[in-house]
């Protein structure tokens, strides 16, 4: 493998408020794409790596919107109501702090992503349009292009980017894949990455990871190909402490397509129905055609997502058809709004399920719930700070408390950009050389331990879908000691094989991502082991302590190996 070290980055000309910062942002979703917007305003030098194209992103997927309570809210709304939605679907399990932030500061992030060109859909006063969505009190999702959010945001955002690197205030460098992290007297002072076929490296004085999620990890997702835990992976193998991996959000409604349909219609992307559809008054209904979610919930279909995906979950299960689906009819908006409607407010949609042979306006959508975003991820405190001196994490990857047990309906788009931002802000306050402080740590977890138990024969050979089609039958919407103790067994096995603790060494980018899910797969499992009781996205349907049960691994003793062997990768200086 050829090794290039590149020179270090140009110091930007002129004042500026960055004190000449050189900054490396992993990623291009919405968190990536608008700190490293703001961070080369501010006169940082700022590269941006992605490993596709731009547009390559969950944020280019994202539907239903950004949630924000402005200057003119809904009759009624307050940023006190967003909060308190925002605590409830999380369960209890939120950082109140982190959630204060997000909401109160919303609003002048919203501007921030107006002055970068993002237009949001107006009603006929020209007012902001405000739709619903589940769990939220109040009508507050602003939305782009009806549904196609986050097509609107990023494409607004990477002209931006480009009109920057034009300019050259900030250099781009996709199909870049970021493979490990330099470190330098336990501070992060760069990365290596492929690029071109080759193993290169770059230095600066801090790296944010915006790298998304992690839907690849399970055989129904509604994330992109690239959601790959990438940035997860490299955090961990750095030591930085990652937290709440426990809790992985299943989005109740994404369409389910026989394979065949997928093949004629000649696209394999996952096709999410978004919440805001059940906001606009969709509603579930199982194969005999009866609408069972008002004997779950008292909020029926606008229920807290958890609680809707765990519903159908155990309803297709009460019917004995555990892995089948049941079905959203958006009929009835149509009837009660008028022809046409689905088709001007939900146009991508409409398009998409015409594509896949359903009439949305006549027909019911075939649904089931699929993997959708994670709530855990590296432990920053309110600044984007991880436990590593020298590296910031932002969006999906990062794990400010916010989410808590279980996310709010679009309040993922709104914490890449108000931490995004936040990081950005330390990056050119934070001493640079010096040995790192936390100031106003908020919140410190304990590192999530990758398990190395006794191997269980049987698992077969490893393969990325093998993993999937592993995570989703035992570590789903509804788990069990048993499952998560045979998921992390053949984990295990697969592991000791695999060596994912360790950056791979080989330059086929595939084996990196495969490498990563299986570290984040094991990350997330013993998470998963550790909390025997239920809470939010994590529902244990046995609720029988694992610690009572025959075989049990003892904690001490995975705890022991998992350091011994996170200490052997770090030789990346
Ligand atoms: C959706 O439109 O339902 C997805 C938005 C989100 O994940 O918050």
Redesign the pocket.
Known sequence: MTRESEARMAQPNGSDVSGGRRLIVVGSGIAGLYAALLASEAGADVVLLTKGALADSNTYY????ISAVLDEPAPGDTVAAHIADTLKAGGGHCNPDAVQVLCSEARRDIAGLERFGVRFDVDDDGDPALGL?AAHSAPRILHAGG?ATGAGIANALICAVLAAQASGTIRLLGHARTTALIQSDGRVTGVEYLHDGQLKSMHADAVLLATGGAGQLFAQTTNPSVATADGLALAWRAGAAVADLEFFQF?PTCMVRTAEAAESEGNQDPL?I???VRGEGAILVDARGHRFMPGYHADAELAPRDVVSRCIALHLAALGDPNGHVYLDARVIEDARGAGFLARRFPTITRRTGEAGVDWTKDLVPVAPAA??WMGGVSTDLHGRTTVPGLYAAGEVACTGVQGAN?L????LLEGLVFGRRAVESVLSDSPAGRFTKPGWEFDRTPGPGPRETAFAGPGEFSRSALRRLMTAKVGVLRTGTQLREAGAALAAWAAGVRPESVPEVEDPREHEDANLLLAAQLLVHAARGRHTSLGAHYRGDGVPEAHTAGAVAVENIDTQYTMSRKASLVHD
């Open positions: 994202a539907q239903g919107g969505e549904d989005h999410l978004s919440e805001a959708h975003y996310r309906a679009s309040n993922s």
